[in-house]
C-alpha cells in the first residue's frame, strides 16, 4: 500500500512560539499519532485535538502539537512514537493499531519524562492512561437501543470494523454480551467491512440474500450509512438497524424516518484527551479510584445516544455542518478539572 505521511505542526499561539516559557507562561509539545488515515472521522479528530491546542492559548498556556498521521502498521506507528520521543516532546497522544505491541515504547517515553495517553483505543501498558469512550460501552448502548425496538427477539446480523483492531475486539464484545441476555435474539452472522461505506452496503447486501428474515442489524460507525442503503434498495426498511452520526447520515435518517440509533464515539476524544494532559503537564493530580477499564488505565468520557427522544434536537445543531462532519463533543478544560482532578 502507498503510505502517506502527512507532518503538521501547529503552534498554538501565533506569534508564541517556543519563547512563551522565557514570559512566565506555561509551554508545551504535544506529538499526536494516528496510525489509520481511512475515514474522514480521523481527519476531524486531528483537527479537533489542534483546536482545542490553540483554545489553551486563550488562557495563556502555549501548547505546539505535532501531529504524524498516515497509514502504518505497528511497527510504523512505533516509529512515529519513537520521533516524538527524539523531539523531546512533552506528552504523547496516541490512537493506538494495537492494545499490547506499545508496552516496551511507552516504557521508554515514561522514562524520560514523556506523558503518554491513548484515545479511542485502550492500551495495556501500566506507562500509559486512556482518555476517551468505553469502546465496549458504546456497543452496549446501541445494542441494548436494537434489542428494546425489537422487544427483546428476532433475528440479527452484525458488520463489524478492522478485525483483530483493539476497539474493534471491544465492541464486538459488548454487543455479544448484550445480545446473550435476551434469550430470544438469535445472532444469525458476524462479518468485517474494515469501517468502509461501501464495505458495508456489499455486506448487507450479501447478508439480506443469505438471511431472509432478518429483523435487527447491529453495525459500526460509517458502515452504517452502506448498510442502510442496500437496505433501502432492497426494500427492507422495515428491519430496525443502529446508524451513523455523520451529517449526511443525519439527513438521509431525517429524511426517511429510520429505525434507528446511534451512540455517538465522538472525534473530539483526542482534543478531551489533549487537555487532560495538558492539566496533568501543569501538575495536577487525579482523582483517587478515577481510573477504570480492563487495563485499570482508563478515564472514560460521556457517550451520547442518539434516538428519536433526541434527534430533531442533535439534527437541527449538526444539520449545516459539512456531510462528511460527525456529531462530536469533547470534554473542556473546565470539565476536565473538575471530573477527573483534585
Known sequence: MHKK??????????????????????????????????SEWRT???????????????????VTVIAQSSNVDVPGQIAQIRNFMNRGVDAIIVNPNSPTAFDPIFAQAKRRGILVISTDAEVSSKDAIYVG???????????????????GKGNVVAINGVAGHPANQ????????????????????????????????QAMQNLLATYPSINGVWVQDGMAAGA??????????????????????????????????ASVNPPGCMASALNVAVLRLQGHEFKDGIFQGQYG???????????????????????????????????TPQQAKRRYFK
Not at 446473550?180 to 458476524?190: G, Q, S, T
Not at 427522544?309 to 459539512?322: L, R, V
Open 228 to 261: 442502510w442503503r442496500a437496505l433501502q434498495d432492497a426494500g427492507r426498511t422495515d428491519i430496525a438497524a443502529t446508524g451513523e452520526i455523520r451529517v449526511d447520515f443525519l439527513k438521509t435518517w431525517k429524511e426517511n424516518n429510520f429505525n434507528s440509533g
Open 170 to 201: 471491544m465492541r464486538v464484545a459488548g454487543y455479544r454480551e448484550v445480545f446473550a441476555k435476551y434469550p430470544d435474539i438469535k445472532i444469525l452472522n458476524e462479518v468485517n467491512a474494515n469501517w468502509d461505506e461501501a464495505q458495508g452496503q
Open 44 to 62: 476531524q479528530m486531528i483537527d479537533e485535538a489542534t483546536a482545542a491546542a490553540k483554545e489553551w492559548g486563550k488562557r495563556g498556556v502555549a
Open 5 to 38: 505521511l502527512v507532518t503538521i505542526v501547529l503552534a498554538a499561539v501565533l506569534g508564541a512560539g517556543l519563547t512563551t516559557a522565557a514570559n512566565g507562561q506555561d509551554q508545551f509539545v504535544i506529538g499526536l499519532s494516528n496510525g489509520w488515515i481511512g
Open 133 to 151: 469512550i468505553d469502546q465496549k460501552g458504546w456497543a452496549m448502548q446501541s445494542a441494548e437501543w436494537l434489542a428494546k425496538t425489537l422487544k
Open 297 to 331: 488505565n482508563a478515564i472514560y468520557i460521556p457517550i451520547p445516544l442518539i434516538d428519536s427522544s433526541n434527534f430533531n434536537s442533535i439534527y437541527e445543531k449538526w444539520k449545516d455542518e459539512a456531510g462528511y462532519i460527525s456529531v462530536s463533543t469533547a470534554v
